[in-house]
C-alpha cells in the first residue's frame, strides 16, 4: 500500500509540473503582443504536451489506510477511518448516536 502512495505522490508531482508548463505555453500563446512566429511555437509545443499525466489519473488516499475511497475532498481519511475516530471521541462535536 505504501508504494501506491508513494507512487501517487510522485504523478502528483508531475502533474503540478505540467499544469505549470502548459499555464505559461497557453499564457504565451494568447499574448497578442509577442511576434507569430513565438506564439506558433508555443502551440506547437502545447499540442505536444502529453496527455498522459492528467488530473483525472490521480488518486486521492486515505493518510493512515492509504485507502482510495475518501467520503469527501475536504478530509484527509477514509469513511472506516473517520468514523472509528468518532467514535473514539477524537474528533469534537461528533458523538455516535444512540436509538
Known amino acids: 500500500m505504501k508504494k501506491l502512495f508513494i507512487k501517487d505522490k510522485i504523478l502528483r508531482n508531475i502533474l503540478e509540473q505540467s499544469n505549470k508548463k502548459y499555464f505559461i505555453l497557453k ?3 494568447k499574448n497578442v503582443n509577442l511576434f507569430i512566429l513565438i506564439r506558433q ?3 506547437l509545443k502545447l499540442k505536444k504536451c502529453s496527455q498522459k499525466f ?3 489519473s490521480i488518486v486521492n488516499r486515505c493518510v ?3 485507502n482510495k475511497k475518501r467520503f469527501n475532498k475536504f478530509t484527509l481519511f477514509s469513511r472506516f477511518l473517520y468514523l472509528k475516530l468518532i467514535r473514539n471521541g477524537k ?3 461528533f458523538q455516535k448516536s444512540s436509538w
Do not use: L
Open 91 to 93: 474528533i469534537n462535536g
Open 27 to 29: 499564457s504565451i500563446m
Open 54 to 56: 492528467s488530473k483525472v
Open 64 to 66: 493512515n489506510s492509504f
Open 41 to 43: 511555437k508555443a502551440f
